[in-house]
């Protein structure tokens, strides 16, 4: 049975899917968005992560690291990645948790216990599972074997994606997953690839191609001001949606600028310009502009 990698599992969830979900969250991501929400779940590999505002600057993390990787800078400890190993030494001394590793191994069975734990809130509320990331395509094989026993128990499955992969992995998943959320960023290749790391056409060519099979998607649209939000990329974003034969609903995603702390503490460049969150007149503005051109529309998950 494949193993792997997870840095989050989120229950009780309401906006990953209807009813109550669970959310796995993959490690792992083929983009790298400036924007992310997620920023920790970008490398495939587990990582420290240091926060700042839990840390009592005891320094009783230096004295115990057996690679030399901290050091005090000032009143705060600086973690050298490429020297640190994560032994997770300096998490057994650190008492107020400042330190974490981010990313743990898991079995299928150990995510099953998991998902299993709320069988009766899915039952209850119509809801099920979600795997999210990062993006959980990059697991394809541990990802197939948790979806096979999800449908062999009958629970629903929703497949948050970028969407950037090969028609042969979204074969294979689509068998088992009852909806896709589906994410689009920018429709201008250029910017797209410069922005994220990777080009747009595979997947809204794979979001044609879903929707073409009769797969059930929401897609979502995160709303960053500066980066997507002007006049053009939102008429050529909701013509795109609405010219596609079966999409559920849109979601249009507010940015939020909380997240830049989790760069911070992931020792990421972040860039200064994402800054601006967009205010509830300009969501709704948004929404008009797309329900002109016949989508279902909602402002959040
Ligand atoms: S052990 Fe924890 S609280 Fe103490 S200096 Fe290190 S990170 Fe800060
Ligand atoms: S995880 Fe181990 S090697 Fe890395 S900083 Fe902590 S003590 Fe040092």
């Not at 779940?41 to 587990?46: A, H, N, P, Q, V």
């Not at 990313?103 to 979600?130: A, C, H, P, W």
């Not at 909701?238 to 999409?247: D, H, V």
Request: proline share 6%.
């Amino acid at each position: 049975m494949p193993e792997g990698v997870i840095f989050d599992i989120k229950r009780y969830a309401i906006h990953d899917g209807p009813g109550i979900r669970t959310t796995i969250f993959f490690k792992g991501c083929p983009l790298h968005c400036p924007w992310c929400h997620n920023p920790e779940g970008i490398k495939m590999e587990r990582e420290l992560i240091f926060w700042e505002d839990r840390c009592i600057s005891c320094g009783d993390c230096v004295e115990v690291c057996p690679t030399g990787a901290i050091s005090m800078n000032g009143k705060f400890p600086e973690i050298d990645a490429n020297k640190c190993d994560l032994c997770g030494e300096c998490l057994k001394v650190c008492h107020p948790e400042a330190i974490e590793i981010v990313g743990r191994k898991y079995t299928v069975e150990e995510v099953m216990q998991e998902i299993e734990r709320d069988l009766i809130f899915y039952d209850e509320s119509g809801g099920g599972v979600t795997f999210s990331g990062g993006e959980p395509l990059m697991q394809l094989n541990f990802l197939l074997e948790i979806l096979k026993k999800c449908r062999e128990r009958y629970i629903h499955i929703a497949l948050d994606t970028t969407g950037y992969t090969g028609k042969e992995a979204l074969d294979r998943v689509s068998e088992f997953v009852d909806l896709f959320l589906y994410d689009i960023k920018l429709m201008d290749n250029k910017k797209h690839r410069t922005l994220t790391g990777v080009p747009n056409e595979p997947i809204l060519e794979n979001l044609r191609y879903l929707s073409k099979k009769g797969k059930k998607i929401n897609v979502r649209f995160p709303v960053i001001p500066g980066i997507n939000d002007d006049r053009k990329n939102l008429e050529e974003t909701a013509r795109f949606i609405a010219s596609l034969p079966e999409i559920e609903y849109v979601s249009l995603l507010p940015y939020h600028n909380s997240w830049i702390n989790k760069f911070k503490r992931l020792d990421r460049p972040w860039k200064p310009y994402l800054v601006a969150t967009p205010g509830e007149e300009k969501m709704e503005e948004i929404k008009h502009k797309f329900e002109k051109y016949g989508l279902r529309v909602k402002i959040g998950g």
